[in-house]
């Protein structure tokens, strides 16, 4: 079976895909090692990366997605990222399913979100402001409105056609969409129930003073160690979850830089996000003065969130 973008995404509804999410990180006989880095030379080209993300549960399912980045395909009009996953049986390994990895990784990432944002946003948050009007952010407005009862969507991205074009289409789908422009983010910012970002920024652009009591802020845009989308206040002021402590500590300038700084440390981070689908840590609801708390949920990703969605991908469309 080989699954193309729109079918694995026709294939990974919201509901069931963080649903799918929550069972596989409450397991404990699901194996995930770190992911494999290999640098490719390309003659006369930058050099290029492979990424392996492999994952399994015993006797049931083996997947492993790939990752090509390859700088020099700007030069021919081409994407410098691709990437597929290939399922296969758990008993006899087998191969099952060839998905389009790009579609998947997007909607794994923003189910994520959601699932985080169950048990960390406010259960009658209302607004959400989405920084970035990118791949992600089309799946993140809608993943996070599946948990929470959003009635206004805001957008700000550097580009401000890019922000007005995702919200026509949101306007298209009768969502209260607008746009955010740079004067108005700090007041939009500070008056948003949920902010989810997922931008390439190297520089803070959500700021610790601007969140409001009770806010929750999303990050997903940081994956290496000089990327960050807010400063160090919001990590001293926050709540701070992740999906794993293990790739937020090695991978992301987010929690890499404040603690190099000083700003906090490592045991900063409540819990993760099996500690959380395994009730070892109730989210929002354990902590002090909950209603008024500040949360935040840094994702870098995790290939156990991969291995879900295809077995659910693979069962929808089978």
């Known amino acids: 079976m080989q699954l193309n973008a729109d079918q694995v995404q026709n294939a990974l509804p919201w509901a069931a ?9 409450a397991r404990d006989d699901v194996r995930a090692p770190i992911r494999h880095h290999h640098a490719i030379e390309v003659p006369g080209e930058p050099q290029a990366t492979l990424l392996l ?8 399912y083996l997947g492993v997605k790939q990752v090509n980045v390859f700088p020099g395909n700007n030069a021919r009009n081409l994407p410098g990222l691709s990437s ?9 390994g087998q191969p099952l399913a060839l998905l389009d990895g790009n579609e998947l990784t997007a909607r794994r990432t923003a189910a994520a979100s959601a699932l985080a944002s169950r048990f960390l946003s406010r259960a009658d948050a209302s607004s959400l402001l989405m920084i970035g009007a990118g791949r992600m952010g089309r799946r993140l407005i809608p993943a996070h409105m ?3 009862p959003i009635q206004r969507v805001q957008v700000w991205d550097r580009n401000a056609a890019a922000s007005a074009a995702l919200v026509a289409e949101l306007r298209a789908s009768d969502i209260d969409a607008s746009v955010c422009g740079d004067q108005q983010l700090q007041r939009v910012a500070g008056e948003a129930d949920i902010i989810s970002c997922a931008t390439l920024a190297t520089e803070p652009v959500i700021f610790g003073d601007w969140l409001k009591p009770g806010a929750h802020l999303d990050l997903v845009g940081s994956f290496t160690p000089s990327m960050r989308e807010t400063d160090n206040r919001a990590m001293q002021r926050c709540a701070v979850f992740v999906d ?3 790739g937020a500590l090695s991978e992301t300038g987010d929690l890499i830089m404040p603690i190099r700084e000083g700003a906090i440390g490592a045991d900063k981070i409540l819990a993760e996000l099996a500690e959380l689908c395994r009730g070892q840590h109730a989210g929002r609801a354990a902590l002090a003065n909950a209603e008024q708390a500040v949360t935040l949920f840094k994702s870098v990703g995790d290939s156990r969130e991969d291995l879900a969605a295809a077995i659910l991908a693979y069962r929808n469309h089978g």
């Open 84 to 92: 597929h996953y290939m399922l296969s049986c758990g008993q006899s």
């Open 146 to 148: 599946s948990v929470r």
């Open 244 to 246: 794993t402590r293990a």
């Open 17 to 25: 895909l963080i649903e799918a999410l929550s069972d596989i990180f």
């Open 53 to 60: 993300m492999p994952a399994w549960i015993e006797g049931e």
